[in-house]
């Protein structure tokens, strides 16, 4: 057996919410919408990952989903631009990624990354 992809679900009664922040601001695809559930992400290959954390690292809280992009700056630029509040960083980390942490219309806490 191998697992093939991990998938984080956020539940909420107002999925269309998901679209600005998802599709618009970062910039994923819709793969998938049944009305009652809607699926973001891209068509390229992704890695399988799960984290599991005390912390989120330089004492931060524990980050709800990491998204690690190609460009930090304008991804950093299009969420203020969008009026989504930064609540940490940006900062480059010693463990050698940059990133910076914003909150989507959910709560979620989503660390924006990119690797140096």
Avoid: C
Avoid at 26 to 51: C, F, K, N, P
Avoid at 87 to 98: H, I, K, L, S, T
């Amino acid at each position: 057996m191998k697992v093939k992809r991990i998938v984080a679900n956020i539940s909420t009664k107002d999925i269309a919410a998901a679209r600005r922040f998802y599709e618009d601001v970062l910039g994923l695809d819709l793969l998938m919408d049944h009305g009652w559930i809607a699926t973001y992400g891209t068509h390229e290959e992704a890695r399988v990952q799960i984290s599991f954390a005390t912390e989120g690292g330089s004492g931060t809280p524990v980050p709800d989903l990491s998204i690690e992009v190609d460009d930090l700056e304008a991804a950093l630029e299009r969420m203020k631009q969008a009026g989504f509040a930064v609540e940490y960083g940006p900062a480059d980390e010693p463990w050698g990624v940059r990133r910076f942490f914003v909150r989507d219309p959910f709560g979620k806490l989503v660390n924006i990354l990119v690797h140096a």
